[in-house]
C-alpha cells in the first residue's frame, strides 16, 4: 500500500515540510508571552446574517460556542438563519453530519433585532457592507451595550482597522478577523492586529482559531491585508494580458497548470465582478494613473455582467458548466484600440511570470514592512486562502525554488520592454533587490 507521501517528487515533499513548519510557527508572535491570560470566549455575536455572517456563526455552532446574530430586519434573519439551516442538512444528506448533531448545533444559534441583547458576549463579529461609516455605526453602537473586555472584531477585508478602532472608547478591545469565503468552509483566517490591539485580545483571537479549526495568520494594518494586497497586482496583471492579447482561458489555464485550484479570472467570476467594482469605486488609488487598471472588468460590470451569478462574466456559465466568451474578446480588442495597446501573441511563459512574479514581489514589500511577520506566513496565506498548491510551498517558497535572481532579472526585462506600463509597476520590491545584491535565495528582512 503506498502513502501520499509516495506520489511527491523530494522537492514537493519539501515544501510540504516547509508548509507544516509555517503552520508550527505562525502562531509564534515575538513579544507575546505563551503564558499570557486569555479571555474567555463563552459567547458570541456575529453583525449581519448574510452569505458570510452566516458561515462565520456555523464555525462557532460548530465548535458548540452559542451564537446570536444580528440583523436589522426580521426577514433577513430569518433568512439567513434558514440557509445555515440548509447547509447542515445537506452535510447530514450527504452522511458527514448526524440528524442530532445538526440538532445541536443549530440550537446553539439564535437572532436578534436588538443591540441590547448583545450585553453579555465575549467576542463580537462585524459582517456588515464594506463601508467604512457603516461599519463605524456597528461599532459605535457595540460600543455602546458590550461589557467591559468584550473583543470587538471585524470581518473587513480591506479597510483600515486602526481607523475603526479609533472612533470608540476602547480601540484596545478590536481586531481584525478576516474570514474567506466560504467562511464555514475556507480554512484561513487573517488575524489584522490593529496598533492599540491588545496582546491578550490577538493572543485570544489565535487560540480561539485554533477552536474552530482555521489556520490563522497575524497581518499589520495596509490596505488589503496580507492576501487581498497580493491579490492587485497578480490579478492586474491577468487583466491587462487579456488585452495585450491573451484569452480569459488562456490565462487561467496556465495558472491551474502550475497548480491553483483556479484561474484567477475565473476567481472573480465566482466572487463577483461587482463586488471588485465596489471596491475599486471605494478605493479609487492607481485607477487614476493608469487608464487600463481594471478597465475590462469595469466594462463587464457596466453591462451587468457579475460572473457566476448572473451567467455571465469572462467566462458564460450554462448550468454550472463553463464556456469561453467571444464577445469578452472582442470587448478586450475595443478596449486595446482605444487605450492604443497593440495587441499580439502572448505566451504562457510570459502569463506565469508576470503574474506569479508580480504577486511574489508584493509580498516580499509586505515582509519588508512588518505588515507579515514571515515569509512562511505569507505562503499560508495564499494556501489556505487563494488556493496556491501546498506542493509547491506557497508563494514565496515558490519564489526560492525559481531563484530570486532570475525574479528579479525578469521583472527587471518587463519594465524596460512594457514601455510606460512596465515603468509604471514593474517595481522590484527594495528587499528583493538587497537579497540578489547579497546573493541570497531565502526570503527574509535584512
Known amino acids: 500500500m503506498t502513502s501520499p507521501q509516495d506520489h511527491y517528487t523530494p522537492e514537493q515533499q519539501q515544501a510540504l515540510e516547509h508548509v507544516k513548519q509555517a503552520e508550527q510557527e505562525a502562531s509564534n508572535i515575538p513579544g507575546i508571552s505563551p503564558d499570557i491570560q486569555l479571555r474567555p470566549i463563552r459567547k458570541v455575536a456575529v453583525i449581519g446574517a448574510g452569505t458570510m455572517g452566516g458561515g462565520i456563526a456555523m464555525n462557532y455552532a460548530n465548535a458548540g460556542i452559542p451564537v446570536v446574530m444580528l440583523e436589522l430586519r426580521q426577514a433577513a434573519l430569518d433568512k439567513g438563519l434558514d440557509i445555515i439551516r440548509k447547509n447542515y442538512q445537506r452535510t447530514v444528506s450527504k452522511g458527514r453530519l448526524s440528524q442530532e448533531d445538526m440538532d445541536q448545533r443549530?440550537?446553539?444559534?439564535?437572532?436578534?433585532?436588538?443591540?441590547?441583547d448583545l450585553g453579555d458576549?465575549?467576542?463580537?463579529?462585524?459582517?456588515?457592507?464594506?463601508?467604512?461609516?457603516?461599519?463605524?455605526?456597528?461599532?459605535?453602537?457595540?460600543?455602546?451595550?458590550?461589557?467591559?473586555?468584550?473583543?470587538?472584531?471585524?470581518?473587513?477585508?480591506?479597510?483600515?482597522?486602526?481607523?475603526?478602532?479609533?472612533?470608540?472608547?476602547?480601540?484596545?478591545?478590536?481586531?481584525?478577523?478576516?474570514?474567506?469565503?466560504?467562511?464555514?468552509?475556507?480554512k484561513l483566517l487573517e488575524v489584522v492586529r490593529g496598533k492599540k490591539t491588545a496582546d491578550d485580545?490577538?493572543?485570544?483571537?489565535?487560540?480561539?482559531?485554533?477552536?474552530?479549526?482555521?489556520?490563522?495568520?497575524?497581518?499589520?494594518?495596509?490596505?488589503?491585508f496580507i492576501g487581498n494586497r497580493m491579490l492587485e497586482p497578480y490579478a492586474r496583471e491577468a487583466h491587462r494580458?487579456?488585452?495585450?492579447?491573451?484569452?480569459?482561458a488562456q490565462v487561467d489555464a496556465v495558472m491551474t497548470s502550475t497548480g491553483l485550484a483556479m484561474g484567477v479570472l475565473a476567481m472573480y467570476d465566482m466572487a463577483g465582478i461587482d463586488v471588485g467594482y465596489m471596491v475599486r469605486q471605494a478605493h479609487p488609488g492607481d485607477i487614476g494613473r493608469d487608464p487600463s487598471f481594471f478597465r475590462l472588468a469595469d466594462e463587464l460590470y457596466h453591462m451587468d455582467r457579475y460572473g457566476q451569478k448572473t451567467g455571465r462574466g469572462f467566462y458564460i456559465y450554462e448550468d454550472r458548466e463553463k464556456k469561453e466568451d467571444p464577445e469578452v474578446n472582442r470587448l478586450a480588442e475595443e478596449i486595446a484600440a482605444d487605450l492604443g495597446i497593440k495587441r499580439r501573441e502572448i505566451s504562457n511563459e510570459e502569463i506565469h511570470d508576470r503574474c506569479l512574479y508580480m504577486l511574489i514581489n508584493e509580498g516580499i514589500q509586505i515582509l519588508d514592512e512588518g505588515i507579515a511577520l514571515r515569509s512562511g506566513d505569507i505562503d499560508l496565506v495564499w494556501i489556505y486562502g487563494y488556493g496556491f498548491p501546498a506542493w509547491l510551498g506557497g508563494p514565496m517558497h515558490y519564489a526560492e525554488q525559481i531563484g530570486l535572481e532570475k525574479i528579479l532579472e525578469t521583472i527587471r526585462h518587463y519594465r524596460d520592454t512594457l514601455g510606460d506600463y512596465g515603468k509604471m509597476w514593474f517595481e522590484p520590491a527594495p528587499l528583493l533587490e538587497k537579497l540578489v545584491a547579497e546573493g541570497r535565495n531565502r526570503i527574509e528582512k535584512i
Open 121 to 186: 458576549v465575549d467576542l463580537v463579529v462585524e459582517a456588515v457592507f464594506e463601508s467604512m461609516d457603516i461599519k463605524k455605526k456597528v461599532f459605535n453602537a457595540l460600543d455602546q451595550v458590550c461589557k467591559p473586555g468584550t473583543i470587538l472584531a471585524t470581518n473587513t477585508s480591506n479597510l483600515d482597522v486602526d481607523e475603526i478602532a479609533a472612533s470608540i472608547s476602547r480601540p484596545q478591545d478590536v481586531i481584525g478577523l478576516h474570514f474567506f469565503s466560504p467562511a464555514n468552509i475556507m
Open 241 to 248: 494580458l487579456v488585452l495585450e492579447g491573451a484569452t480569459p
Open 201 to 224: 485580545v490577538l493572543a485570544t483571537c489565535l487560540d480561539m482559531a485554533k477552536n474552530i479549526r482555521k489556520v490563522a495568520v497575524v497581518s499589520g494594518v495596509c490596505f488589503g
Open 106 to 116: 443549530m440550537a446553539l444559534l439564535s437572532g436578534t433585532l436588538s443591540y441590547d
